[in-house]
């Protein structure tokens, strides 16, 4: 298998690669990253981990490098076909998370005279909704490509929920797209028990980013949590683009002494760290290997302004649970809370249980089970003919309007499908 990505930051999609790969090395089977991004956005302890079990590839050792162009235009630079007949002859499926990305990867499949599958997995709901119909052209080839061209089996949404949701807005059944669940566990022993610290401790764990927004409503909630007595501190690692604005949230309200910016967390230490709090609030992977590990985990929903919440992972695994606009009554987060502090031994113990037992179909031995399956899917036997020149002009001329343009449906992404995503 080859991954293509941009950079291995600390993430979910990112962590999940690594997972997939060693995983795929314990069964004797070879993987291959092809990393596009910017090498100094790679999170060196996660790069040393992933190089544990898959080998390693950057643009200049596939592409000959004129001007320097490898990492940014590799859709037309002349490519170097002994290196990469070596990558692909230990290939059997190419998969991807950006369009352009999908595209790159059909390209060095046909230029080695090969017809691998091109999968592409739908990491966040909003990445191929975003701009609607104003998008740039390079950004409809991506979409033509994704959605007309690729077979339905070919679309990795992860969980029916967001593969409705894009039957609603793609006005497609997607009757044939793959709905199984991300590997994010390993099965493990894990023992719990219903005591609670104090002070209670709460974490979250994520990129700081806008639609992320329990980490700002979370503030008010322990202010809230503090002034009725409650003994509470919540801890929250990761950084991002909106760390001031969180930090200084912070101290307007007074509660630097019991919430704390703690920066990104080390991957490798994440069960040590997380075991140590009785509550997680989050999205992503980081809800489900929180509840792997038997903590109570609040969904923080994504782009929820006012903290409320669909309750516990345990409750909802089975949903999208990060999107909003589901057909679930949202919950008080700080009732939720308060609710487990009072609760008895035995409630907290059943809770933990219930998380605990939900995360078997997130398992990494199930879903590289499900990936490698795809390595027989037949791709269309006509090509996709698109002008890459203009592509790359689409991008250049669009890359410099989101500069400059305050209004550009890239930069106001969330905004927009805040207000779509329930109509």
């Given at each position: 298998?080859?991954?293509?990505?941009?950079?291995?930051?600390?993430?979910?999609?990112?962590?999940?690669?690594?997972?997939?790969?060693?995983?795929?090395?314990?069964?004797?089977?070879?993987?291959?990253?092809?990393?596009?991004?910017?090498?100094?956005?790679?999170?060196?302890?996660?790069?040393?981990?992933?190089?544990?079990?898959?080998?390693?590839?950057?643009?200049?050792?596939?592409?000959?490098?004129?001007?320097?162009?490898?990492?940014?235009?590799?859709?037309?630079?002349?490519?170097?076909?002994?290196?990469?007949?070596?990558?692909?002859?230990?290939?059997?499926?190419?998969?991807?998370?950006?369009?352009?990305?999908?595209?790159?990867?059909?390209?060095?499949?046909?230029?080695?005279?090969?017809?691998?599958?091109?999968?592409?997995?739908?990491?966040?709901?909003?990445?191929?909704?975003?701009?609607?119909?104003?998008?740039?052209?390079?950004?409809?080839?991506?979409?033509?490509?994704?959605?007309?061209?690729?077979?339905?089996?070919?679309?990795?949404?992860?969980?029916?929920?967001?593969?409705?949701?894009?039957?609603?807005?793609?006005?497609?059944?997607?009757?044939?797209?793959?709905?199984?669940?991300?590997?994010?566990?390993?099965?493990?022993?894990?023992?719990i028990s219903g005591k609670l610290n104090k002070p209670l401790r709460i974490v979250a764990i994520g990129r700081l980013v806008e639609f992320k927004t329990y980490n700002f409503y979370m503030i008010d909630v322990v202010k809230s949590l503090v002034v009725k007595g409650y003994k509470v501190q919540f801890d929250i690692y990761g950084d991002g683009p909106l760390r001031q604005q969180i930090q200084g949230k912070i101290e307007q309200l007074g509660m630097a002494e019991f919430v704390h910016l703690n920066g990104t967390l080390d991957y490798s230490k994440f069960d040590e760290t997380v075991m140590q709090y009785d509550l997680f609030i989050g999205s992503g992977t980081a809800i489900i290997q929180s509840s792997a590990l038997g903590v109570p985990s609040i969904v923080g929903v994504e782009n929820v302004i006012e903290p409320k919440s669909y309750g516990y992972f345990g409750n909802v695994s089975e949903y999208e649970y990060n999107l909003k606009g589901l057909n679930l009554p949202l919950l008080s987060v700080e009732n939720l809370i308060e609710e487990l502090i009072n609760a008895d031994e035995a409630v907290r113990f059943n809770l933990k249980q219930c998380h605990l037992e939900s995360v078997e179909m997130f398992t990494n031995e199930a879903c590289q089970k499900s990936m490698d399956d795809l390595k027989n899917i037949e791709m269309p036997n006509h090509p996709y003919l698109y002008s890459m020149f203009l592509y790359e002009f689409s991008r250049i001329t669009d890359t410099i309007n989101i500069k400059y343009n305050k209004n550009h449906p890239r930069r106001t992404q969330f905004e927009d499908f805040r207000r779509i995503s329930e109509d």
């Open positions: 298998m080859l991954f293509i990505y941009g950079s291995l930051g600390l993430g979910g999609i990112e962590t999940f690669f690594m997972r997939i790969a060693k995983e795929r090395f314990q069964l004797g089977l070879t993987t291959s990253i092809l990393l596009m991004g910017n090498p100094d956005r790679n999170n060196s302890k996660l790069l040393m981990e992933v190089e544990k079990y898959a080998e390693v590839i950057y643009p200049n050792q596939l592409f000959f490098n004129i001007l320097g162009l490898a990492r940014i235009s590799p859709l037309l630079l002349p490519i170097k076909r002994n290196r990469l007949r070596e990558v692909l002859e230990k290939t059997n499926q190419i998969h991807v998370y950006d369009g352009m990305h999908a595209l790159l990867g059909y390209r060095l499949s046909r230029v080695m005279g090969k017809k691998l599958p091109v999968t592409i997995g739908f990491y966040h709901y909003i990445k191929y909704l975003w701009g609607g119909d104003r998008v740039a052209w390079h950004e409809r080839v991506n979409r033509k490509f994704v959605f007309d061209y690729l077979p339905q089996q070919s679309l990795l949404f992860f969980s029916k929920g967001n593969r409705d949701l894009y039957i609603k807005h793609k006005k497609n059944n997607f009757v044939n797209a793959n709905t199984f669940r991300l590997g994010v566990v390993d099965k493990k022993e894990v023992k």
